[in-house]
């Protein structure tokens, strides 16, 4: 090469070329020293390379320069004060034997120093993250096939640092039969470009032999082509959140007090058996709707707490009875149900509802107290006529209600006319609600004979309807109904107001005689609310009745539905010195704790009785014992339902004080009530030895 063309390379090379003599002075130098140091090439050459080179890197350079090429990695002071990092390549230059100087290549590496600076950074921060993070970090060689666990991620498996190695199958071995298909199909959606991220929930088996949830995310490098040759990312336990999720799922889907399934799981599975019943037409299901008879006796005398033992009781007998398969559910309060599923007999319900009832009979032990509960149970029979699960539950909840009608303790099959009877009780509701409001409700009175003297002592009201469209309708037809809506209530204040009204101008129209009393029928319902002894007070305020012209009838079955708040309430009314009637006597409970706890004034002697006197000798029996005991409790007796002479005669044989019956006298308004009362000062009584004469 020409001497010129090598002189102008040097001259023009990005590196600084330069010489110096052994006490370190510039002999030469080339442009680059200008752009690297910013001194000049005349202000270099009047300087030492010590004037440069930082002091710290003096001692180490003199010491290793040789003849052969030496490099040292130095900082140099610009003239602007700058330290630059520089890569000096240097040697001493001979001649003879005898060194003579250096010369050297000085090259700027503050990129390189800054990308190492950077790169350090960036493994202390990932050796950091690794270290402090909660997450288990890993990073797979997607070419070698080799996965990086940080200590954090094997710990998170319970394992030491140096006792997995890298293989993925340390990973994927572990992880649920369940879960991998969706894991490898993440994976495989993100190798192949499809996902931008991986982020998949699957459980992994623990040293411990337990599976823990874990959360992995994480992200692909690729190549030019696109093709991944690494993948890294974390991993995080989440076995406490999906847990906890699962606590939430199961507190939403069960109940809080039994463990049994809600109403929301029960139907949804009642939704599954829809479903299935609709693609396998030989699939058979049923549904049992149990509805806890006298529930709330149990509540209100034992208290709440008392109540939720029972309940937990019931759910445990039905939980035994139940097939595997089959559900238990508690729908709320005392109601429960039973979905029945993939049965062969036809009977199966039937039996079932036998076995349930016969399973829940046996006695409660509530705390030292025993109770015996039964339930009235309504079954529906799958099939695909039902499109909705409601339907088929709201059937099964009617046939209930239709056991319920039997007299309890009683299963019932539905049947599609039990759907018209609950549309005609819907209907008779609503009617009864408008009747309230365009005062359609009349009082009619019966009247009650002494057996003595034949005259009139008192009357029951009873309370009728006057339909624009259909008539006259009894209490039977109505009042029930009134009873299950809670109507009762406001028709039974209406009553009694009215009663103390008519009863006050009737004693008042026969002020020289005895006077009459009334008697109204009071409904359990009644007795829950607080102000019933104001409504009792405010009516003979209002109407100026006397209060022992008052007289209030009870059912036994009354008495013991209400039995807590009924025995303060029947006290404070007496104290009122309102008289206390116990209807229906013998055809109920019959307890005679009843008669000595509530100090009852009158005991009514039951229809039923009445109508077989003639018939049976057992039966006049049952009344003399009834009137025995009144006698010795202080008590009057009436007899209701009477028909005719003969059992009129018969009750007067057996004592009874007084009695009421169509031989006497239908139910009468209040006007006419006030003039038969006036007209007929008594009522010709039956002999020994001849038959009245009927008086309708």
Known sequence: MEEATYRELVENASDVIYAHDLEGRFTWVNRACERI??????????????????????????????????????????????????????????????????????????????????????????????????????????????????????????????????????????????????????????????????????????????????????????????????????????????????????????????????????????????????????YRFAVLFLDLDRFKTVNESLGHTIGDVLLVQVARRLRAIARPGDTVARLGGDEFALLLGDFMDPDEPVRTAGRVQEALAAPYDLDGTEVFVTASIGLAVGSRAYTQAEELLRDADTAMYHAKDLGRARHAVFDPAMHAHARARLQLDT?????????????????????????????????????????????????????????????????????????????DALARGPGVYVAVNLSAKQLLPSDLLEDVRGALAASGLEARRLKLELTESVIMEQAGPAALLLTQLKALSVGLLLDDFGTGYSSLSYLHNFRFDTLKIDRSFVARLEQSGKEAEIVRTIVSLARALQMEVVAEGVENAAQARQLQLLQVDSAQGYWFSRALDAKGFLELAQARKSFALPGPEHAPQAHH
Request: with cysteine; aromatic share 8%.
């Open 37 to 282: 140091t910013g001194y000049t090439r005349d202000e270099t050459l009047r300087l030492r390379i010590w004037d440069l080179v930082a002091p710290e890197y003096r001692a180490a350079m003199e010491k290793n320069l040789s003849g052969e090429m030496q490099t040292f990695e130095v900082e140099v002071v610009a003239k602007d004060g700058r330290r630059i990092p520089l890569e000096l390549k240097s040697r001493l230059v001979y001649r003879g034997h005898m060194p003579i100087g250096v010369q050297g290549i000085a090259r700027d590496i503050s990129e390189r120093r800054r990308a190492a600076e950077a790169m350090r950074e960036s493994e202390e921060r990932y050796a950091l993250a690794a270290l402090g993070s909660n997450d288990g970090l890993w990073d797979w060689d997607l070419r070698a096939n080799r996965v990086f666990f940080s200590a954090r991620w094997k710990e998170q498996l319970g394992a030491k640092d140096s006792e997995l190695t890298d293989d993925p199958d340390e990973w994927f071995d572990r992880v649920h039969p369940d879960d991998r298909e969706r894991l490898f199909g993440d994976l495989s959606l993100h190798l192949e470009g499809r996902t931008l991220h991986l982020e998949v929930e699957h459980r992994v088996r623990h040293l411990d032999g337990n599976w823990r949830w874990m959360l992995v995310r994480g992200a692909a490098v690729r190549d030019a082509d696109g093709r991944a040759y690494r993948l890294a990312g974390s991993q995080t336990d989440i076995t406490a959140r999906k847990l906890a999720e699962e606590k939430l799922l199961h507190d939403a889907l069960h109940d809080g007090l039994t463990g049994l399934p809600n109403r929301s799981l029960f139907m949804d599975r009642l939704e599954q058996a829809l479903a299935f019943q609709q693609r396998r037409a030989d």
């Open 431 to 507: 009617d009864l609600r408008r009747a309230i409001e365009r005062e359609e409700l009349r009082l009619r009175y019966q009247p009650v004979v002494s057996l003595r003297s034949g005259q009139i002592v008192g009357c029951e009201a009873l309370v009728v309807w006057e339909h624009p469209a259909r008539g006259t309708i009894p209490p039977g037809d109505f009042i029930p109904t009134a009873e299950e809506t809670g109507l009762i209530v406001p028709i039974g204040r209406w009553a009694l107001s009215q009663a103390c009204q008519d009863a006050k101008e009737w004693n």
